[in-house]
């Protein structure tokens, strides 16, 4: 990824010409063998680190002055701090493998990461130079590459400019599976997409038609209706442009494939069929595997639309509620089998349920433990109930 990057950028390149070493991972450029004196008056070195402000393989204007060192308190040649670029703030966890020591802020409107590499070991190479005049950060050392093995197609920029990486990873490793790939089961897709899972597996037998359009993230062409596309089809097509891990079954589950499930750690259930699901939840508490079943019911009642949307969730820590929950009847006999389907209701379906999933592996805090939410159309309420503690 540094090769690549490097090829494509003036600024990085020229960084490496003239001999700095550097290093790549998850959005942030590292700079090895940053010569400073700590205030002993000693010269060791150090790592310099700035967030690259990237669209795709380019670097972009950087948009903050911020840096980060890996390292003791930067000094002068007397042995003073640095004020300078001095900031209070303390060590920063970056990425599992990367702590830096100290935050840099010294204000400045750098063109590129050239200058803004450059300004920063000048300030801290200069009292080093005055003791010794020839150490240099440009030693054109080789340091062996960061092994990211990420899901992406390009880096999660995103999640690095936040510094929540450590956080962001716990998700990571994780074989996710989404059955139905209707209104919530596609938003549900379209944000898992956007985590460091291992792998997204889609289920659903439906072709992809003109109503499908209108309550899906994104905008169809309209050609797409006439190619007939299956629904895992067309949504694997959009999100393989971002995640590398998303596999299509152009199938609905039932007793002959139900056991696919067994392979996956968690499945959102995003389907109105109730007998396949009560198969389904006694596969998945054989085999200990959580899951979230989604429900949306909308009325027409005098002219205008009033329903809910649910969520329940199921774990080994509490799944007495599920069935009590969850209708297992055929498709109709209750509240949640109304076929009035609307883009924004699914969508905050697919978002309370992904937060639930979030909350479950630590990436939100969560503080009741709740396995079943439900958020009512006409009083805005949201009510938290089933805890399993």
């Not at 980060?68 to 040649?77: A, L, M, R, V």
Request: proline fraction near 4%; charged fraction near 25%.
């Amino acid at each position: 990824m540094l090769t690549e990057l490097i090829i494509h950028n003036p600024d990085l390149k020229k960084l490496s010409n003239e001999g700095y070493v550097l290093q790549y991972t998850h959005s942030y450029l590292l700079v090895h063998k940053v010569p400073y004196v700590t205030s002993e008056r000693k010269i060791k070195r150090g790592i310099l680190i700035t967030h690259l402000h990237q669209s795709g393989d380019r670097t972009l204007k950087p948009n903050n002055h911020v840096a980060y060192f890996i390292g003791e308190q930067p000094c002068n040649k007397d042995g003073t701090i640095i004020t300078a670029i001095k900031n209070d703030s303390g060590p920063l966890k970056i990425t599992d493998q990367i702590t830096a020591d100290l935050t840099f802020s010294g204000k400045a409107d750098d063109a590129d990461y050239y200058e803004k590499v450059t300004r920063y070991v000048n300030i801290l190479t200069a009292p080093a130079q005055a003791i010794d005049e020839t150490v240099t950060a440009k030693t054109r050392e080789f340091i062996e590459p960061i092994d990211e093995n990420s899901p992406f197609w390009y880096a999660d920029t995103n999640t690095s400019k936040a510094v929540i990486i450590p956080i962001s990873k716990k998700l990571e490793g994780q074989k996710i599976a989404i059955i139905g790939m209707g209104g919530t089961g596609s938003y549900v897709l379209d944000l898992v997409a956007k985590t460091p899972v291992a792998a997204i597996h889609i289920f659903d037998g439906d072709i992809f038609l003109q109503h499908n359009a209108f309550r899906a993230p994104g905008a169809a062409g309209k050609e797409k209706f006439f190619e007939q596309l299956l629904k895992t089809e067309y949504y694997h097509t959009i999100y393989s442009n971002m995640h590398k891990h998303i596999y299509p079954h152009p199938y609905y589950i039932n007793n002959g494939n139900i056991n696919e499930l067994k392979e996956m750690d968690f499945i959102f259930i995003c389907i109105d069929s109730g007998v396949i699901k009560d198969e389904i939840f006694t596969l998945l508490e054989q085999c200990k595997i959580p899951f979230i079943d989604t429900g949306l019911g909308v009325q027409d009642i005098d002219g205008s639309l009033k329903g809910q949307v649910r969520v329940t969730t199921s774990t080994v820590q509490k799944r007495d509620h599920i069935r009590k929950r969850v209708s297992i009847a055929e498709v109709g006999e209750n509240i949640y089998d109304k076929n009035i389907q609307i883009a924004d209701l699914n969508s905050l379906n697919a978002a309370l349920a992904v937060i639930k999933w979030k909350k479950l592996f630590g990436f939100y805090n969560d503080l009741d433990h709740e396995h079943y939410t439900s958020y009512v159309i006409y009083t805005n309420e949201t009510t938290n109930e089933d805890f399993s503690v």
